[in-house]
């Protein structure tokens, strides 16, 4: 190969680089994609895989966050609009149904008085799980949230946990810190820390997109970017990733 050659093929693989970042914006931790081509200037895009920076290939990381900075504003609003069309929209009333790991699942009152969360029978004869919570009847809407987001993030916790010591064990990755996050666009993401982020909605689902997601996730311990690599990484731990995917994102 001649040095021109060697340069141009270099030229193309750095081209089509791609980084895992985190910035903070107005105080909120935001990941994005950093993506480094051929282009004069500053390209910004968010939708279901979260915001996506295309910048010139020389231009400095901070160059690039400084410029996230400036639009920080217009940043967190887009994504506020991508959170508000959430895959799952709750309802906060005790007669309402709250999904957990694709499950119906109620929040209801006993003879008593309490609220718990009991199986009960309905018309389609399927049986709906609920959690006992010694609580007052006729609870606000406030009350209601705090309840059921208090029981979703405990479920999280703990299912959250437990696949990632599986997929991490599959992948010879030590198991990394876990962290909730309310991300605006992002059901997880791998911070340059190791740490992952996994978005709480993830309990509403089912678990193959949990673990799509959690895999995807740890693969990032070994490949920090999207590239074949990485996604070879992901096939041998999740290899029917592509069908899961596709199915994630067309829950937005």
Known sequence: MTQDSFQSSYVDRKAHKREMRCVTLNGKEV????????????GMKIDCDGLTVSVPLRESLGWVESV????????????DEWENEESVRLVW?????????GEPWQ???????????TKVKVKTRTERRQLALPLPSMLATQEVEKI??????KQALVCFSKRIAFFANKLGVPHPQLRLSRAKTQWGS?????IIHLNWRLIQ??????????AHELSHLIEMNHSPAFWKTVGSVYPDYLAVRKELRSLR
């Open 148 to 153: 059921v987001m208090k029981w979703y993030h």
């Open 31 to 42: 990941s994005y994609t950093l993506k480094r081509r051929r282009c004069r200037a500053i």
């Open 107 to 117: 929040l209801a009152t006993t003879a008593s008085g309490e609220m718990q969360m």
């Open 190 to 194: 791998c911070d340059v820390r190791g």
């Open 205 to 214: 689902l089912s678990l193959s997109l949990v673990d799509y997601v959690v």
């Open 68 to 79: 996230l900075q400036d639009r920080a504003n217009w940043v967190l609003k887009k994504l």
């Open 93 to 101: 009333e005790e007669s309402a149904i709250f999904p957990l790991l």
